[in-house]
């Protein structure tokens, strides 16, 4: 097994600094990663709420905070203390959003049943890396796809900086459009870019993280986004959350198995090939592959997946799974898992400063987005465009990871692709059976679809 500084078979300039991690360095990504995904904090539990709530006493926002926070601290020290990986956890975005209007609202489950089913996919996902299937999976994904899949999440990242800032806008006309240059939130997260643009090509070290503190500067100064009333609050425990997954258990019988059934293989299928995807990018953008394309420790990393979703769920939230918001302090030196245990303190610590963390504004993590989505970028160059039955594969899933917001919808897009691409070249040699299976998998998720229960 290689060393961590392999990079999988090509080139790739290390961010600056990157050659010897040391605490400060290590602390200063923590930061840097904390900062670009502690939205979270603040959109998980108003996205929750939607469906999380109690007929006597109303909404349970603040225990959801709490929820989310402990969540992403436990799985983010079980990845750096563990797996000793530079990567963060915390509930899904997308993942969410299905259990509240899929599941619950959808599909008018209670939401403590959503929250068992939460829980038991954490259980399979444990038992599923225990057995070794999930890391053998991942290592049959060709090189190709991981180029890809890193180059993808990075237009995905960049995409989702853009649209949160209005810099892309929806347009009736045209799907997207530029965003209204008149609104002083696109202006500013423009001038963001600039000044983290110019801070990464002057190399200045905590690049990013100064991007962002400049830009709420700008915002906070120009009235986009208001000061924060307060910076400190005790934190309210989830006592109303905690354990209700083991209520929902004893109302499975309230619903058609069918319906519990489905929830539970759509939360199994895109949290496996989300994280798989996340950390094949990761793993990619820090230089920590082998020759062979794999990931070292991969089932510890796995591991942390599976503990944060069987923890969130029993703490009162929907799955957790890693971020690719960790390529942020990837980019500024993020080598070991003291980068994660960096992130894991601050989600501690954020119960006591929601008021302020909730205060800074989405359009200040847009620089930061924007460079990581350049940097995870430059894994295209490993791609062998003169041969189609890798150049078709690679520019699907980059394209539409993006576009359908989902790095699941990216990696089908690619395994099909290359699968089919291969095989009409005649070169089924080059076709495992793993890809072939999990190619037939791909195709079954959009006959489901295709008829209303995927």
Same mark, same amino acid.
């Given at each position: 097994?290689?060393?961590?500084?392999?990079?999988?078979?090509?080139?790739?300039?290390?961010?600056?600094?990157?050659?010897?991690?040391?605490?400060?360095?290590?602390?200063?990504?923590?930061?840097?990663?904390?900062?670009?995904?502690?939205?979270?904090?603040?959109?998980?539990? #108003?996205?929750? #709420?939607?469906?999380?709530?109690?007929? =006597?006493?109303?909404?349970?926002?603040?225990?959801?905070?709490?929820?989310?926070?402990?969540?992403?601290?436990?799985?983010?020290? !079980?990845?750096?203390?563990?797996?000793?990986?530079?990567?963060?956890?915390?509930?899904?975005?997308?993942?969410?959003?299905?259990?509240?209007?899929?599941?619950?609202?959808?599909?008018?489950?209670?939401?403590?049943?959503?929250?068992?089913?939460?829980?038991?996919?954490?259980?399979?996902?444990?038992?599923?890396?225990?057995?070794?299937?999930?890391?053998?999976?991942?290592?049959?994904?060709?090189?190709?796809?991981?180029?890809?899949?890193?180059?993808?999440?990075?237009?995905?990242?960049?995409?989702?900086?853009?649209?949160?800032?209005?810099?892309?806008?929806?347009?009736?006309?045209?799907?997207?459009?530029?965003?209204?240059?008149?609104?002083?939130?696109?202006?500013?997260?423009?001038?963001?870019?600039?000044? $983290?643009?110019?801070?990464?090509?002057?190399?200045?070290?905590?690049?990013?993280?100064?991007? %962002?503190?400049?830009?709420?500067?700008?915002?906070?100064?120009?009235?986009?986004?208001?000061?924060?009333?307060?910076?400190?609050?005790?934190?309210?425990?989830?006592?109303?959350?905690?354990?209700?997954?083991?209520?929902?258990?004893?109302?499975?019988?309230?619903?058609?198995?069918?319906?519990?059934?489905?929830?539970?293989?759509?939360?199994?299928?895109?949290?496996?090939?989300?994280?798989?995807?996340?950390?094949?990018?990761?793993?990619?953008?820090?230089?920590?592959?082998?020759?062979?394309?794999?990931?070292?420790?991969?089932?510890?990393?796995?591991?942390?997946?599976?503990?944060?979703? $069987?923890?969130?769920?029993?703490?009162?939230?929907?799955?957790?799974?890693?971020?690719?918001?960790?390529?942020?302090?990837?980019?500024?030196?993020?080598?070991?898992?003291?980068?994660?245990?960096?992130?894991?303190?601050?989600?501690?610590?954020?119960?006591?400063?929601?008021?302020?963390?909730?205060?800074?504004?989405?359009?200040?993590?847009?620089?930061?987005?924007?460079? !990581?989505?350049?940097?995870?970028?430059?894994?295209?160059?490993?791609?062998?465009? =003169?041969?189609?039955?890798?150049? %078709?594969?690679?520019?699907?899933?980059?394209?539409?990871?993006?576009? $359908?917001?989902?790095?699941?919808?990216?990696?089908?897009?690619?395994?099909?692709?290359?699968?089919?691409?291969?095989?009409?070249?005649?070169?089924?040699?080059?076709? #495992?059976?793993?890809?072939?299976?999990?190619?037939?998998?791909?195709?079954?998720?959009?006959?489901?679809?295709?008829?209303?229960?995927?």
């Amino acid at each position: 097994m290689a060393d961590r500084g392999a990079t999988s078979g090509f080139s790739e300039p290390r961010p600056l600094g990157a050659e010897r991690p040391t605490t400060w360095r290590e602390g200063l990504a923590g930061l840097t990663t904390f900062m670009t995904m502690a939205y979270i904090l603040v959109v998980n539990p #108003s996205i929750l #709420s939607n469906a999380i709530f109690l007929e =006597e006493s109303g909404d349970l926002f603040d225990e959801l905070v709490m929820a989310t926070a402990l969540s992403a601290a436990i799985a983010t020290l !079980v990845m750096g203390l563990f797996a000793r990986y530079p990567f963060a956890l915390a509930p899904g975005m997308g993942l969410n959003a299905f259990f509240t209007y899929g599941i619950v609202l959808g599909l008018g489950i209670d939401w403590r049943l959503a929250l068992f089913a939460v829980f038991v996919e954490g259980v399979i996902f444990l038992l599923l890396t225990l057995l070794d299937l999930r890391r053998v999976v991942v290592n049959a994904i060709p090189p190709v796809l991981k180029h890809a899949t890193a180059a993808a999440i990075g237009l995905f990242i960049a995409y989702v900086g853009l649209s949160n800032a209005g810099i892309i806008a929806p347009s009736p006309a045209t799907k997207t459009t530029l965003g209204d240059l008149t609104n002083p939130s696109v202006v500013i997260a423009i001038a963001g870019i600039f000044i $983290t643009a110019a801070l990464v090509a002057r190399k200045v070290l905590g690049a990013l993280l100064l991007g %962002i503190a400049a830009t709420a500067a700008l915002a906070f100064a120009f009235d986009v986004a208001p000061l924060p009333t307060a910076y400190v609050a005790l934190p309210t425990p989830p006592t109303d959350l905690l354990g209700q997954a083991f209520v929902g258990a004893s109302l499975i019988g309230s619903v058609p198995w069918t319906d519990f059934l489905v929830v539970l293989v759509v939360l199994l299928f895109v949290d496996f090939f989300d994280t798989a995807g996340s950390l094949t990018g990761l793993g990619m953008r820090a230089g920590l592959m082998t020759d062979k394309g794999e990931l070292p420790r991969a089932n510890r990393a796995f591991t942390a997946d599976a503990i944060g979703t $069987t923890v969130g769920g029993v703490l009162g939230t929907s799955t957790v799974t890693t971020y690719i918001e960790s390529a942020s302090g990837i980019a500024v030196g993020g080598r070991t898992g003291l980068t994660a245990v960096f992130v894991a303190v601050l989600f501690v610590a954020s119960i006591f400063f929601i008021p302020l963390l909730s205060a800074v504004p989405a359009v200040a993590t847009t620089p930061a987005l924007v460079m !990581v989505g350049v940097l995870m970028a430059a894994s295209l160059k490993a791609v062998d465009w =003169e041969d189609a039955g890798d150049a %078709i594969p690679a520019f699907l899933t980059v394209i539409v990871m993006p576009l $359908t917001y989902s790095i699941a919808e990216g990696l089908a897009a690619g395994f099909i692709s290359w699968t089919a691409v291969k095989a009409a070249q005649g070169r089924f040699s080059e076709i #495992s059976v793993a890809m072939w299976i999990l190619t037939g998998l791909f195709v079954l998720r959009f006959v489901l679809m295709g008829l209303g229960i995927g």
